[in-house]
């Protein structure tokens, strides 16, 4: 045997161990990266959410357009709601790590009691404007917002305007209805029953 390559056991087991480690992490970093880009509806999230309750007589109201004409008394807010999988965020983990759509509901309730507080800081009665804002990229649609979901927690960036007052918001106009053709199959109306007038004799001559 080599002298110069000889190790003694405690170094030989610390090397592994160190090994083990580096290998581990490894692993690990896919998990943590992970980032899956999800548009949940709104609707939905707030039917299975405590938002109502949140807001209470807060008027809440999604999309760009829905801030039109409202008299706005604080601009742009942002707030970063985080879901994570911890029961009411504390204690330990949930037993079963919650769905994506479960830790973006929770981050949406998280960001929605934030944007309630600041309303009310403020002395607002409704919450307009509100789009998805993640890392400063604009997502507008009144109907769904963006959430970010990774391993442990899921992320909602929201912008909104406060407002006071009623919100006037555009109505949109019922569609034309497009007159559509009866179909072919459709049997012709029947004959009429009545008999024309013979004509009116003329006048003899005098």
Same mark, same amino acid.
């Not at 090994?19 to 880009?37: C, E, K, S, T």
């Not at 309303?119 to 604009?138: K, P």
């Not at 970010?148 to 992320?155: C, R």
């Given at each position: 045997?080599?002298?110069?390559?000889?190790?003694?056991?405690?170094?030989?087991?610390?090397?592994?161990?160190?090994?083990?480690?580096?290998?581990?992490?490894?692993?690990?970093?896919?998990?943590?990266?992970?980032?899956?880009?999800?548009?949940?509806?709104?609707?939905?999230?707030?039917?299975?959410?405590?938002?109502?309750?949140?807001?209470?007589?807060?008027?809440?109201?999604?999309?760009?357009?829905?801030? *039109? %004409? @409202?008299?706005?008394?604080?601009?742009?807010? /942002? $707030?970063?709601?985080?879901?994570? #999988?911890?029961?009411? +965020?504390? &204690?330990?983990?949930?037993?079963?790590?919650?769905?994506?759509?479960?830790?973006?509901?929770?981050?949406?309730?998280?960001?929605?009691?934030?944007?309630?507080?600041?309303? *009310? %800081? @403020?002395?607002?009665?409704?919450?307009?404007? /509100? $789009?998805?804002?993640?890392?400063? #990229?604009?997502?507008? +649609?009144? &109907?769904?917002?963006?959430?970010?979901?990774?391993?442990?927690?899921?992320?909602?960036?929201?912008?909104?305007?406060?407002?006071?007052?009623?919100?006037?918001?555009?109505?949109?106009?019922?569609?034309?209805?497009?007159?559509?053709?009866?179909?072919?199959?459709?049997?012709?109306?029947?004959?009429?029953?009545?008999?024309?007038?013979?004509?009116?004799?003329?006048?003899?001559?005098?």
């Amino acid at each position: 045997m080599n002298p110069a390559s000889f190790q003694p056991f405690p170094t030989r087991i610390a090397a592994a161990a160190a090994f083990v480690a580096a290998a581990l992490a490894g692993l690990a970093l896919p998990a943590q990266a992970r980032n899956v880009r999800l548009m949940e509806s709104v609707p939905d999230t707030i039917r299975v959410s405590h938002v109502h309750d949140i807001l209470g007589d807060l008027d809440l109201r999604f999309g760009g357009d829905s801030g *039109r %004409g @409202a008299n706005i008394v604080r601009r742009d807010v /942002v $707030v970063k709601g985080v879901g994570t #999988t911890k029961l009411h +965020d504390v &204690g330990d983990d949930d037993k079963v790590r919650p769905s994506d759509h479960d830790l973006c509901a929770r981050a949406f309730e998280d960001a929605i009691t934030q944007l309630a507080f600041a309303a *009310r %800081g @403020a002395r607002a009665t409704a919450i307009v404007g /509100v $789009v998805s804002n993640y890392e400063g #990229t604009l997502f507008d +649609d009144p &109907g769904h917002f963006e959430c970010h979901a990774g391993a442990l927690k899921a992320a909602v960036t929201l912008r909104a305007q406060l407002a006071i007052g009623p919100v006037d918001v555009p109505v949109v106009p019922p569609p034309v209805p497009v007159y559509s053709p009866p179909p072919a199959d459709v049997p012709p109306p029947p004959a009429p029953t009545f008999q024309p007038l013979p004509p009116v004799p003329a006048p003899a001559p005098n």
